[in-house]
């Protein structure tokens, strides 16, 4: 019985895990596609990289945690079994 409860607590609805796992996964997109191109100048230097090389390296490592978000999402929703 405890058992039952803690797994129906873990688990998501679904649908609700669906749209959560696709919402991690168009962050980085939006990061990359949309915004990236407004950090395409030569100045000012950000730990000594420009500003796109720093932002397409901080997005390198910030994707990987929304991948994880969503995998566990996806696995928590019961969507991966």
Sequence with gaps: MIMFSIRRC???EKTKA???AILL?????????VI????NKAEPL????PPLMFWNTLW??????????A????LGGGLLE
């Design 10 to 12: 873990y688990l998501m």
């Design 18 to 20: 669906y749209t959560y």
């Design 25 to 33: 996964g168009t962050i980085p997109w939006i990061a990359y596609v």
């Design 36 to 39: 990236s191109p407004f950090f």
């Design 46 to 49: 950000i730990l000594g990289m």
């Design 60 to 69: 390198l490592i910030l994707t990987s945690l929304c991948l994880y978000g």
């Design 71 to 74: 995998y566990k999402f996806e």
